[in-house]
């Protein structure tokens, strides 16, 4: 079987054209060796962009030539080059870097299409930084992203856990408890803006707000009557 061979190109991370972001993902590679013996290998896809990403394999294609790569979740299929190689500081292989022949923002899957969201979300976030925005909004923006970016990771964990073929209800109890932590979160600023005259009778929605806390209220000391003050 090829492999990649000393005096082959090491991937190097500065010709990358766009930025890479870190998750796995499994996928199946699969080949064709000079001998016409077809090779298929499942690993691991980490560092993707649109434009390719890095695999780990039990065994690699050389430098140079071309594979079939199928995202094992999604079941996307597409052709990439292989077009380097990266090893640690002892020499020992750690994965080839790979080029998708068709560059795709959808064939990692949705994690990816989520990392990429959020990492241009904090980006613009900081771009705001040095406008004339109210602190006000400025932090509601901020608060907005990081529940965005909790929840792509509940996304991500659970399509992790169930490529693993294990439990991903294990997500949902985190997802609560930052659902708390967001309400406990909104109801103060709620009753800050209140406190400040920021919101009167005329407000849109007050209505609907209070017979939802009346409602949770209600159903909290039911649930919790047994707890001391």
């Known amino acids: 079987m090829a492999q990649p061979t000393v005096n082959q190109p090491s991937f ?3 010709r990358r054209r766009s ?4 998750f796995v993902s499994t996928v199946e590679a699969t080949w064709q060796e000079a001998n016409g013996k077809v090779i298929r290998e499942v690993g691991r896809a980490t560092d993707v962009n ?3 990403g890095l695999i780990e394999l039990k065994s690699y294609p050389a430098v140079g030539m071309q594979i079939e790569l199928t995202n094992l979740l999604s079941h996307e299929s597409s052709h990439a080059r292989v077009v380097g190689v990266r090893r640690n500081a002892e020499g020992h292989l750690q994965g ?3 080029e998708l022949l068709v560059p795709s923002e959808t064939f ?4 990816f299409q989520l990392k990429k969201t959020c990492a241009d979300l904090v980006r613009l976030e900081y771009d705001m ?3 004339a925005i109210d602190p006000r909004v400025l932090g509601e923006f901020r608060d907005a992203v990081d529940n965005v970016r909790k929840a792509a990771w509940a996304v991500q964990e659970w399509q992790e856990l169930q490529s693993k073929q294990q439990n991903p209800e294990s997500v949902i109890p ?6 708390i932590r967001r309400a406990t979160q909104l109801c ?6 209140s406190t400040t005259h920021q919101i009167s009778r005329e407000t849109v929605g007050i209505d609907e707000f209070l017979r939802a806390v009346e409602h949770v209220l209600e159903t909290f000391v039911e649930r919790f009557k047994d707890r001391k003050p």
């Open 188 to 193: 103060e600023a709620i009753a800050n803006a």
């Open 174 to 179: 985190l997802l609560t408890v930052e659902s």
């Open 129 to 131: 930084r040095s406008g």
């Open 12 to 14: 190097l991370p500065g």
């Open 19 to 22: 930025r890479r972001f870190h």
């Open 50 to 52: 649109g434009q390719g």
């Open 96 to 98: 080839i870097a790979v």
């Open 108 to 111: 990692w899957g949705v994690s």
